[in-house]
Structures are given as structure tokens and as C-alpha cells.
């Protein structure tokens, strides 16, 4: 039985789109043991996954480096086939360099990348010159291994999950998950209040974390067919409701990569970054919308800003009219 482990310990939408390489590896190995390797937060994404051996968890907030030495002992202990890290920092690449493992993969961006076996071009994309969807470069990695095809990346919320939502999930009804951790990401709450006013939907879920909570009540506001749910239910809790709905609103962040995962209906709104860079929606019933402002400023980065480096934000001046024909829109 050949033993894999997959790395990925950014953050919650990195891991989202690394079940790619897992449902990938599994499809080709069905005997095969593949563990992962996640930060601290994460893990719960991968609960109860059918083809996840054992989860790695890593703090990087308390004892980071003596806790990454008893992960590289743990890792080298295990005897792995192949590690194949989709992470791009040092910490990362020295635990791939050290665990032991026949083959060592990762990204060419990766500072340790001169010691590993397989070293994958890793390319982000821009509006002159596109290069494919972050989840075809994480399956790059391993297309020695399996082949060129590609494959989707997915989550395997519970039936208890299922259970939590199902009395949410009467009926036809819309989430918006409004919150970004960059401020330049986050589509103004107005953009939000207005959609909620002037749509024919007659149920809204505004979802996110229990940080999120005070951004989406402000959105809400007094509105009776608005119902707050952030930090109400987990992320897998989030992704099974939104596979039920008639469509999900979400900015460029993580919840916009459960959809993906859920092949849930999505409209993405990209603010100071495109789709272009690589990470855009996958889902069947998937669309992006933007300023349609000419905005030689955008993009203004890959990750976005606290605040936008221009002082206007003019990147966050969405339509509504492109947002509500996106609530009644009927796949064919």
C-alpha cells in the first residue's frame, strides 16, 4: 500500500482547492493512504473526509517551530511514498525536505524547492496572460503519478450537517457570505443592503464567522426576511446549506471556494483582484461580477489591502441590477 501525504497549511480557501489533489490521488490509488498536513483552524474542513487517513495539524501560533520538529519526526515515522506540498513558504518546504518520503514535490516558489525531488512551475496569472486555475496547478504536482485530467475539488459535510441545516433549507432562499479578511476584497455592506431590498428572493442567509456576526447584522438591519447565521454553523454546516441554495453570494474568499467544492450556484464578486490570477469560482452555475468602471489601478494586488491604496475604492462600485439577475437565474 503506497502512502501519501499532501501539505497544505495556508488558509481555509487554499485547503478547499487542495481536495483536488486528494480526490485525484484517490481515484487512481483507492488503496492508498493519504494524509494531509493543515494549520491549526482548518482541520474541522476535513472532518469525517472518506479518503483522509489521518490529519496533521500544525500551530503556528503557539510553540510554531518545536511543534514543526514533532511534525517532521511524526511525518518520517510514517514512511510515505510521496509528500507533495502545495504550500509555497520555507517552513513547509523543510518539512517535505526532511520527511523522509521517496519523492519530495512541491512548487518552484517554494525556498526549499532546490532539495526536492519534483520541482512544478507554479505561475500566477494576470489580464495580459492567463495560466489556468490554481487547482490545475496543484494537480500539476502530481500528473506524474495519475495523468493530465482533471478533477474538481470537494468537501464531505455529514449528515449531521445536513441535519443542522435542513431547517434553514425549507424552501427556495439566497446566503451571502459578505466578510473578507482584506478590506479591498469585501464588497461595500451597502452593495448587500440593496441587493436584500430590491430582490424577489424571499429568504436571505447572511453566513460567516462569529467575527463576521456585527458586519452581517448591520447588513440585515431590520429586514424580516434576512436571517444572520454567522457563526451559527461550521464551515462544513455553511457548505451544505449553500449546496441548497438557489444562489450564493460571496467576494473573492473562501467562501466562494466552498461553493466550488459543493458545486453549489455562485456569483463572486471580485473587487481589487480577477479571476484572471487563478482562483475564481468552478462551479457549474458559477459567474463573476466587477466594477464595470475602466480601472487602470485593478488589480491592485494578489491578496488584497486594508485599505484601498488609491483612497476611493471605486473597484467596490458594483451594480445592483448584475446581482439580482444573478438571484433569478435558471440554469437550462
Known amino acids: 500500500?503506497?502512502?501519501?501525504?499532501?501539505?497544505?497549511?495556508?488558509?481555509?480557501?487554499?485547503v478547499i482547492l487542495a481536495t483536488a489533489v486528494i480526490e485525484k490521488l484517490h481515484r487512481f490509488d483507492k488503496d492508498a493512504q493519504i494524509d494531509?498536513?493543515?494549520?491549526?483552524?482548518?482541520?474541522?474542513?476535513?472532518?469525517?473526509?472518506?479518503?483522509?487517513?489521518?490529519?496533521?495539524?500544525?500551530?503556528?501560533?503557539?510553540?510554531?517551530?518545536?511543534?514543526?520538529?514533532?511534525?517532521?519526526?511524526?511525518?518520517?515515522?510514517?514512511?510515505?511514498?510521496?509528500?507533495?506540498?502545495?504550500?509555497?513558504?520555507?517552513?513547509?518546504?523543510?518539512?517535505?525536505?526532511?520527511?523522509?518520503?521517496?519523492?519530495?514535490?512541491?512548487?518552484?516558489?517554494?525556498?526549499?524547492?532546490?532539495?526536492?525531488?519534483?520541482?512544478?512551475?507554479?505561475?500566477?496569472?494576470?489580464?495580459?496572460?492567463?495560466?489556468g486555475h490554481e487547482v490545475e496547478r496543484c494537480l500539476k504536482t502530481i500528473e506524474h503519478l495519475t495523468d493530465g485530467s482533471y478533477q474538481a475539488p470537494k468537501l464531505y459535510p455529514s449528515e449531521k450537517d445536513f441535519s443542522v441545516i435542513a431547517k434553514y433549507s425549507q424552501g427556495d432562499f439566497v446566503t451571502i457570505s459578505p466578510a473578507s479578511v482584506w478590506f479591498t476584497k469585501q464588497t461595500p455592506a451597502k452593495v448587500?443592503?440593496?441587493?436584500?431590498?430590491?430582490?424577489?428572493?424571499?429568504?436571505?442567509?447572511?453566513?460567516?464567522?462569529?467575527?463576521?456576526?456585527?458586519?452581517?447584522?448591520?447588513?440585515?438591519?431590520?429586514?424580516?426576511?434576512?436571517?444572520?447565521l454567522a457563526g451559527s454553523l461550521s464551515l462544513l454546516q455553511s457548505a451544505?446549506?449553500?449546496?441548497?441554495?438557489?444562489m450564493n453570494f460571496t467576494n473573492d474568499s473562501a467562501p466562494m471556494h466552498l461553493c466550488s467544492a459543493m458545486n453549489a450556484p455562485v456569483t463572486a464578486v471580485f473587487c481589487?483582484?480577477?479571476?484572471?490570477?487563478?482562483?475564481?469560482?468552478?462551479?457549474?452555475?458559477?459567474?463573476?461580477?466587477?466594477?464595470?468602471?475602466?480601472?487602470?489601478?485593478?488589480?491592485?494586488?494578489?491578496?488584497?489591502?486594508n485599505a484601498c491604496p488609491k483612497a476611493h475604492f471605486d473597484c467596490g462600485k458594483i451594480l445592483n441590477q448584475d446581482l439580482t439577475t444573478r438571484i433569478t437565474f435558471k440554469s437550462v
Open 1 to 14: 500500500m503506497k502512502k501519501y501525504l499532501v501539505i497544505q497549511t495556508a488558509f481555509i480557501g487554499d
Open 36 to 131: 494531509v498536513l493543515v494549520r491549526k483552524g482548518n482541520e474541522s474542513l476535513l472532518s469525517d473526509h472518506p479518503f483522509i487517513h489521518t490529519c496533521f495539524v500544525w500551530d503556528k501560533k503557539e510553540n510554531k517551530y518545536s511543534g514543526l520538529l514533532k511534525l517532521v519526526s511524526s511525518i518520517r515515522a510514517a514512511g510515505y511514498e510521496a509528500v507533495i506540498n502545495l504550500q509555497r513558504f520555507a517552513a513547509s518546504g523543510f518539512i517535505t525536505v526532511f520527511s523522509g518520503a521517496k519523492e519530495k514535490i512541491g512548487f518552484d516558489k517554494n525556498p526549499m524547492s532546490f532539495l526536492f525531488t519534483k520541482s512544478i512551475p507554479h505561475k500566477i496569472g494576470s489580464l495580459v496572460k492567463h495560466e
Open 192 to 228: 448587500w443592503s440593496d441587493l436584500i431590498s430590491s430582490s424577489p428572493a424571499e429568504k436571505f442567509y447572511l453566513l460567516g464567522s462569529p467575527a463576521d456576526r456585527q458586519l452581517c447584522e448591520n447588513i440585515a438591519g431590520t429586514n424580516k426576511n434576512v436571517e444572520v
Open 240 to 246: 451544505a446549506l449553500m449546496s441548497k441554495a438557489k
Open 272 to 305: 481589487s483582484t480577477i479571476p484572471e490570477f487563478g482562483f475564481g469560482p468552478l462551479s457549474e452555475n458559477a459567474a463573476v461580477v466587477q466594477s464595470r468602471l475602466n480601472l487602470p489601478c485593478k488589480p491592485c494586488g494578489i491578496h488584497g489591502y
